[in-house]
């Protein structure tokens, strides 16, 4: 989940639009309050609905494949995890003007895990290594292979190679080419020749919920599927270092090459946010957005470079 400022009516979908879905499809929860959440993610507008569920809408075409497959999968992952995972309730169907499937979900208590809310990093790690751990011995017989509806998570990272180039080029004079392009290309060599395991593929911040300081919950499974867990391990250098990283990567294990691509899929989405911040006008550059993808290119070429 990329968190943002809640704005109603964004991608065309408001409070009253969500109360007339509800009332046409659910009338039992008719009567029940609709209120937008505070903080929400990019790819769906989530609303709460009364005190116990939401309702979660897929804000263009291309994030809809993740209804039915949460609604699908989470309920046989579940009983596997450490942690809670969201509840699917009930499948909506496009109406009212819309026209997408949309789900509504218990809802789960707990806050976006910022650093100031964890009270001990490298437990929060160790417990999320663990979470992961779970998730890929879960069962994958039958489950969906990375593709498309995975955003290509849990394939391999070579499917990124043009637009990691392109990235590359455009960052030029601010990044260690070279050294970006060894890491790379070490990702792209590392193939994987494991048997095929559920992976989460969004494992960030925003997804990781905390309660007490630690660990409650993990949401948003909407690139989720089998294939190689190398996608999951970005938190190593997106969120932890020191102490709280060796905590992670210690609990998690994987051999060098998981760790490879891990680094390759990390490097890949820090210089594409990095890269289309200079894009924009100068004016409308996030500074804040460029200091944090940059502190994790040099996190991951130092790695790489321990790596050796």
Same mark, same amino acid.
């Given at each position: 989940?990329?968190?943002?400022?809640?704005?109603?009516?964004?991608?065309?979908?408001?409070?009253?639009?969500? !109360?007339?879905?509800?009332?046409?499809?659910?009338?039992?929860? $008719?009567?029940?309050?609709?209120?937008?959440?505070?903080?929400?993610?990019?790819?769906?507008?989530?609303?709460?609905?009364? =005190?116990?569920?939401?309702?979660?809408?897929?804000?263009?075409?291309?994030?809809?494949? #993740?209804?039915? !497959?949460?609604?699908?999968?989470?309920?046989?992952?579940?009983?596997?995890?450490?942690?809670?995972?969201?509840?699917?309730?009930?499948?909506?169907?496009?109406?009212?003007?819309?026209?997408?499937?949309?789900?509504?979900?218990?809802?789960?208590?707990?806050?976006?895990? &910022?650093?100031? &809310?964890?009270?001990?990093?490298?437990?929060?790690?160790?417990?999320? #290594?663990?979470?992961?751990?779970?998730?890929?011995? /879960?069962?994958?017989?039958?489950?969906?292979?990375?593709?498309?509806? $995975?955003?290509? &998570?849990?394939?391999?990272?070579?499917?990124? =190679?043009?637009?990691?180039?392109?990235?590359? $080029?455009?960052?030029?004079?601010? *990044?260690?080419? #070279?050294?970006?392009?060894? *890491?790379?290309?070490? #990702?792209?060599?590392?193939?994987? &020749?494991?048997?095929?395991?559920?992976?989460?593929?969004?494992?960030?911040?925003?997804?990781?919920? *905390?309660?007490?300081?630690?660990?409650?919950?993990?949401?948003?499974?909407?690139?989720?599927?089998?294939?190689?867990?190398?996608?999951?391990?970005?938190?190593?250098?997106?969120?932890?270092?020191?102490?709280?990283?060796?905590?992670?990567?210690?609990?998690?294990?994987?051999?060098?090459?998981?760790? /490879?691509?891990?680094?390759?899929?990390?490097?890949? !989405?820090?210089?594409?946010?990095?890269?289309?911040?200079?894009?924009? =006008?100068?004016?409308?550059?996030?500074?804040? !957005?460029?200091?944090?993808?940059?502190?994790?290119?040099?996190?991951?070429?130092?790695?790489?470079?321990?790596?050796?």
């Amino acid at each position: 989940m990329v968190e943002s400022l809640y704005v109603d009516g964004r991608a065309g979908i408001d409070a009253e639009l969500v !109360k007339r879905l509800i009332a046409a499809q659910f009338p039992q929860w $008719s009567d029940l309050p609709v209120a937008p959440v505070a903080v929400d993610g990019w790819d769906n507008r989530t609303y709460r609905l009364g =005190d116990a569920m939401t309702v979660r809408l897929p804000t263009a075409e291309g994030y809809t494949p #993740a209804v039915e !497959k949460e609604h699908r999968w989470l309920p046989v992952l579940a009983p596997a995890l450490p942690v809670p995972i969201p509840v699917p309730l009930a499948l909506g169907a496009p109406g009212e003007g819309y026209p997408f499937q949309w789900s509504v979900r218990r809802w789960l208590d707990g806050e976006a895990s &910022r650093l100031d &809310r964890i009270d001990d990093l490298p437990g929060f790690a160790t417990a999320v #290594a663990e979470f992961l751990l779970a998730l890929q011995r /879960a069962d994958a017989t039958g489950g969906p292979l990375a593709g498309a509806h $995975s955003f290509h &998570r849990g394939a391999p990272p070579a499917f990124y =190679d043009e637009e990691t180039r392109k990235a590359l $080029s455009t960052l030029d004079g601010r *990044v260690d080419t #070279a050294r970006a392009l060894a *890491v790379w290309k070490a #990702a792209l060599a590392a193939e994987w &020749r494991g048997s095929p395991v559920w992976f989460h593929g969004d494992v960030a911040s925003g997804n990781l919920l *905390v309660r007490d300081g630690r660990l409650a919950a993990v949401i948003d499974f909407g690139t989720s599927g089998v294939g190689d867990p190398s996608c999951d391990l970005v938190l190593a250098w997106t969120m932890f270092e020191g102490e709280s990283r060796e905590a992670f990567r210690a609990t998690v294990g994987q051999d060098a090459g998981m760790w /490879a691509r891990a680094r390759g899929w990390a490097l890949w !989405k820090a210089l594409i946010v990095w890269a289309g911040e200079l894009d924009r =006008d100068e004016a409308n550059v996030d500074e804040e !957005k460029v200091a944090v993808n940059s502190r994790v290119v040099d996190e991951v070429l130092a790695d790489h470079d321990l790596a050796g």
